[in-house]
């Protein structure tokens, strides 16, 4: 017993030392109608953070579309759900653990890739892929390399002991990340459309039962430290980074995938962030029902722990379950088998109360729906991101020779092979992965069938920062992009959502920005938001991220005898450009690594063209007509026709255009386009007439060197000693 | 042709076994828990790749103690059939059944890629239908692949054809620069005494299909069927 738990005084500094001002405190003796106790203090402070309340965010969120033919379940449950034909569905959604990754980086990154397959596998669906998006400082800030080595290690440590492959992912590097990096994690995973599970409890007096590892003492309050800026002593929170034990996990996937496999469950949810308290609390707000829970029957790792402990504990790999009466030693021996706790906790019952009990004492009771519903909502004030010029190509000093320029851009950070990242993760575990990392998009078999899924992770931070509404449509439509240059048809995107501090107007002006770019293109693409996440407050001594509204793209491809990688294959195949060059050089990798200038407006995105772009493109691929296709993005043309050549091994000479300016034309990032390679130019051509799409042959695939017309070139070995060469010599410094 | 597929907690490439076990005999393979302690009666039993008991202690040591595995031991004392595949082969070291450690790879980093393996042995169940000298292409996905043995060991293995692949280039070469995890002598995949127990890190069973980019790892299968019709 611990009686000090329930008499501990409630002060003012204990009420902030739980993140909760005056405003919402006054709100929490309204919502109680009395002073708190300690546990159900502890309870408002996680269920009102920022992390699980999306306060600041949610007026913007809602603006967002959701809907399509193929949506079964939009944003709101663990994870988003779509139809993708012949009786299956696609399960999917991505998630920061940005805060704990910095702290600690192996065990962040690890419980942030075991998080979110929780999130996929309570839904009933198996996780088939992994992918992520990851944001580190500058190379040279002295912290980046060890943060960059242990969170690769924590994804693949996680996800390789999982057994699903992590088929792929993006890597940036700025100084703005310095203090904060970003580890987004997304899993997509495989239902039955009609075996999909959900969270909303029901039926009065049904047993409310823990699945899972046992609860410690890690992670208190780890949903309360992700709803706040750092300062120089957040290494101190490094006791609030949960552990992570992957082969718990699957055990708990493989345990859970039997149990669904039967008629036993009512609701499950995962317990995420702030645990037992969000996972019993969602359940029953979303049931309309009440909980009374036994906190003394929870399995416990040690002993003396308190009801306070046990309802804020963050201990990974666990599940709470309402099962159907009467089934409970069925289940049970389902989790003994696959030799896991299983605990009934609790019963559902009809007073919309979440009573908590302690060896037959109450613990705390509190209201249900005004805790977990009516948490506070904010309308920040905003201000919006003001625009800059568009770069004019004569600004441009071009004292770099095109070839010197590719040289210096393939063996940038921002450009340089990420092979030293991905050859740690598992990619070919389940032995469906048909396209693997490295190119456009991953894409895995459905298993037992000729259909693929192909799914991939996009954001340009230089470009939302600039311009947060042209850089919201941007990260749409290059996962749009991405998807369809595997002969992919987009479906849904998830979106997570990071940025600085909300309280700030310039940044909520990103966040809304962003959010109405990635609602304008999701309803041009018919591509909605199936679910997301939030990260806010990731600044440090009040220097802010860059916003990175990170999206995850899911499409389907329908035959997989008809899909399209990045590599060249046959030297006598034509290249043509699909889409417009438009020469936009502002927030370019050329202006930034050539130039030294990081400015001007970043690529506008004209989604009618993305949209037709991309419509011709996939007819193409499904049509068998192209099979070689990659998307133009950071670096512009030249870049894109030098990776082509990289990954097929055969070279390629470019012919330039008549007028206008070189560098423009060879660099600018101008969306919507594609380089595809054919032996049937002809037939490409009259099709991208025919869609009103602009296209045009830009030069002819042979050799092993990449040239422009026909005079200055670089060698594909030499090429692909820089692209190659740069992350392993990088991370190599670290040991000395 | 009747195949098994040993399962224990924590492995993780068994329904990629049985693809390739199926695709190779025609039959699905039977799965056996490691609970169990009686097989059924079978040709080929395979031990897959995974993280059985998520690696702890050392990879394969404790499903080396399953139950099952004593039945695993007498079948192969009987002369069935037994191949395993990277956790797989490092639960049939533990369990005495072939010699050597599997230890932490060199670069002490997970590796995933393909690499080319040469067929030193084509005179065995696993490899008869292969060329002598060949130079097949399969993917590895280990953290601990880097195979020792003491030296008089190797020079036994050596002596008796019982190193079955080695890590090379893709002109044959067996050099350091190929030797990806760091295994004594480039060694991939070796056989006991008998010849009936196969233990390799790379996985034959994730390139069995055009779309995995290669079916250089079909004959490995196909070797099985042939060696026991």
């Keep these: 017993m611990s009686a000090n738990d329930f008499n501990t005084p409630i002060t003012p500094e204990l009420v902030k030392e739980h993140g909760l001002n005056e405003e919402e405190y006054k709100l929490v003796l309204e919502i109680m109608g009395r002073e708190p106790n300690i546990n159900e203090l502890g309870i408002f402070s996680v269920m009102w953070s920022e992390h699980c309340s999306y306060k600041s965010s949610k007026k913007w969120l809602k603006t967002l579309p959701t809907k399509a033919d193929w949506v079964i379940q939009g944003p709101g449950e663990n994870a988003g759900v779509i139809d993708i034909g012949d009786g299956q569905a696609a399960v999917f959604k991505m998630e920061s653990h940005n805060h704990p990754s910095f702290i600690e980086p192996y065990q962040g990154a690890a419980t942030g890739v075991g998080g979110i397959m929780r999130d996929v596998f309570t839904m009933g669906a198996r996780p088939v892929a992994n992918l992520n998006a990851l944001r580190f400082g500058e190379p040279d800030h002295p912290k980046t390399r060890h943060l960059l080595s242990g969170v690769v290690e924590g994804i693949g440590g996680y996800g390789n002991c999982m057994g699903v492959p992590t088929i792929g992912g993006e890597t940036n590097f700025h100084a703005s990340y310095n203090g904060n990096i970003l580890v987004n994690a997304m899993t997509v995973g495989l239902a039955d459309a009609d075996n999909i599970f959900y969270s909303a409890a029901a039926g009065i007096g049904n047993p409310v039962v823990y699945v899972g590892s046992k609860t410690g003492r890690d992670g208190i309050h780890g949903a309360t430290m992700a709803s706040a800026e750092f300062d120089d002593d957040s290494d101190e929170k490094r006791p609030t980074v949960q552990v992570g034990d992957p082969f718990t996990e699957k055990l708990l996937l493989e345990a859970c995938l039997e149990l669904m496999a039967t008629d036993m469950i009512v609701a499950i949810q995962d317990m995420g962030a702030a645990g037992l308290t969000s996972s019993s609390f969602e359940m029953a707000s979303k049931g309309g029902v009440g909980v009374e829970l036994w906190l003394d029957k929870v399995p416990m790792r040690e002993e003396g722990m308190t009801p306070y402990e046990l309802m804020l504990s963050e201990s990974q790999e666990r599940m709470l379950m309402v099962l159907k009466p009467g089934c409970e030693d069925a289940a049970k021996a389902i989790f003994d088998k696959w030799e896991l706790d299983f605990a009934v906790i609790g019963i559902l019952t009809d007073t919309k109360r979440m009573v908590l009990k302690w060896h037959g004492e109450v613990a705390g009771d509190l209201p249900i729906d005004p805790l977990a519903e009516a948490s506070p909502e904010y309308d920040r004030p905003w201000e919006p991101t003001p625009k800059q010029d568009r770069i004019d190509p004569a600004s441009i000093s071009g004292k770099v020779s095109h070839i010197d320029a590719l040289k210096t851009l393939i063996a940038s950070p921002d450009l340089a092979s990420r092979r030293w990242i991905w050859e740690q993760y598992d990619h070919l575990v389940m032995g469906n992965t048909i396209v693997r990392p490295g190119g456009d998009a991953g894409v895995v078999r459905v298993s037992g069938t000729n259909k693929g899924i192909a799914a991939t992770t996009d954001c340009t931070p230089r470009y939302v920062m600039a311009d947060p509404v042209e850089g919201g449509k941007q990260a749409v439509a290059e996962a749009y992009r991405n998807l369809v240059a595997t002969g992919a048809k987009p479906l849904a995107i998830t979106d997570n959502m990071n940025f600085g501090n909300p309280e700030r107007p310039r940044i909520m002006g990103q966040f809304v920005g962003a959010c109405q770019g990635i609602a304008e293109a999701c309803i041009a693409l018919d591509f909605p938001v199936v679910s997301g996440n939030v990260s806010l407050y990731n600044e440090t001594n009040g220097v802010g991220i860059m916003p990175t509204p990170a999206i995850g793209g899911v499409g389907v491809i329908s035959d997989l005898g008809h899909h399209a990688t990045i590599g060249i294959k046959r030297d006598d195949s034509a290249l043509i450009m699909i889409g417009a060059a438009t020469g936009e050089l502002g927030q370019s990798l050329y202006l930034k690594t050539i130039e030294g200038r990081e400015e001007g407006a970043p690529p506008p995105v004209d989604l009618n063209a993305e949209k037709r772009a991309g419509m011709l493109v996939r007819e193409l691929i499904e049509l068998g007509l192209v099979r070689t296709c990659h998307d133009i993005a950071d670096g512009g043309l030249l870049v894109a026709v030098a990776e082509m050549c990289l990954a097929g091994n055969i070279g390629a000479d470019l012919h330039l255009p008549e007028s206008g300016s070189e560098v423009a034309w060879l660099f600018g990032e101008d969306q919507g386009r594609y380089v595809i390679a054919t032996r049937d130019p002809d037939k490409v051509l009259n099709a991208a007439g025919s869609a009103n799409v602009a296209a045009v042959i830009i030069g002819q695939a042979g050799s092993d060197a990449v040239t422009i017309d026909g005079g200055a070139k670089v060698s594909l070995a030499e090429l692909r000693d820089l692209n190659e060469g740069w992350m392993p010599s990088y991370m190599a410094e670290a040991v000395q | ?229």
Excluded at chain 2, 198 to 204: F, I, K, T, V
Aim: hydrophobic share 40%.
């Design chain 2, 1 to 229: 042709m009747k195949s098994a597929v040993i399962l224990f907690p924590g492995i993780n490439r068994e329904n990629d076994a049985i693809a390739a076990l199926e695709q190779a005999t025609g039959t699905k393979p039977t799965v056996v828990w490691h609970g169990e302690t009686e097989l059924p009666k079978t040709d080929i039993i395979m031990v897959p790749g995974g993280f059985s008991y998520g690696d702890y202690l050392r990879c394969g040591a404790m499903a080396a103690k399953s139950p099952i595995m004593r039945a695993v031991a007498e079948r192969a004392k009987a002369g069935v059939t037994i191949l395993g595949v990277c956790n797989g082969f490092q639960i049939l070291t533990e369990a005495g059944l072939l010699p050597g450690a599997l230890m932490r790879n060199a670069s002490l980093k997970f590796i995933c890629k393909n690499t080319h393996l040469k067929i030193e042995n084509t005179n065995t169940r696993f490899t008869n239908q292969y060329k002598t000298g060949e130079v097949v292409d399969y993917p590895v996905a280990h953290h601990d692949g880097n195979f020792f043995a003491d030296s008089e060991t190797l020079d036994r293995l050596e002596g008796e054809g019982r190193v079955v692949l080695r890590y090379c280039d893709a002109n044959g070469a067996v050099d350091p620069a190929t030797n990806l995890n760091g295994s004594q002598r480039n060694i991939a995949g070796i056989i006991n005494e008998a010849g009936n127990v196969l233990g390799m890190m790379p996985h034959p069973e994730n390139a069995i299909d055009p779309l995995h980019g290669g079916t250089d790892g079909r004959n490995l299968f196909k070797s099985l069927v042939e060696a026991a019709s």
